[in-house]
């Protein structure tokens, strides 16, 4: 489920899920956030959980803690 951003509306991102069926993409509807607040606190309990307890020193580490 995605809002209505530009970055969610490129043919590229199209593309991108038309590849996967394991995916289907959501769009909410316009001016209204409360759609997305469960997802949202879900990546933010996730990344409380796996990015905030540690520091992380740089970007490349970042990456490596985000992928795990």
Do not use: C, W
Not at 11 to 25: N, Q, S
């Amino acid at each position: 489920m995605t809002d209505n951003g530009g970055p969610f509306r490129s043919f590229r991102f199209e593309a991108f899920i038309a590849t996967r069926p394991e995916l289907r993409h959501v769009r909410t509807r316009v001016r209204t956030p409360g759609q997305n607040g469960s997802r949202e606190r879900g990546f933010g309990s996730l990344k409380y959980e796996k990015l905030f307890l540690e520091e992380i020193p740089d970007a490349l580490e970042l990456v490596r803690h985000a992928e795990d």
